[in-house]
Nanobody, 113 residues
């Protein structure tokens, strides 16, 4: 079974940048669709971005033009580059294997105004 470990969260001022990483165990990473989700305080978890095996991406409207999802199959890793961060981007960010609904443990992102 695939296991996921996120890293790269932290505290940043509005307008700053962070890059999240999600390392996956196992040998099937290159055939998996991967997603980044977030749960803001008091809200339900929502999709931020998704990347297919072929590299096609989908982004939530709220992050278009600011966040970029990418993957490195040689490293079994998916990334989320977050630029121009806003206080409303604050939350716990989770990596997910879309095919099997496997989740990582989450990493906290806090954006101060």
């Amino acid at each position: 079974q695939v296991q996921l470990v996120e890293s790269g969260g932290g505290m940043v001022q509005a307008g700053g940048s962070l890059r999240l990483s999600c390392a996956a165990s196992g040998s099937r990473f290159n055939i998996l669709t991967m997603g980044w989700y977030r749960r803001a305080p008091g809200k339900q978890r929502e999709l931020v971005a998704r990347i297919s095996t072929g590299g096609s991406t989908t982004n939530a409207d709220s992050v278009k033009g600011r966040f970029t999802i990418s993957r490195d199959n040689a490293k079994n890793t998916v990334y989320l580059q977050m630029n121009s961060l806003k206080p409303e981007d604050t939350g716990v960010y989770y990596c997910k294997v879309e095919d099997f609904a496997v989740w990582g443990q989450g990493t906290q992102v806090t954006v101060s105004s």
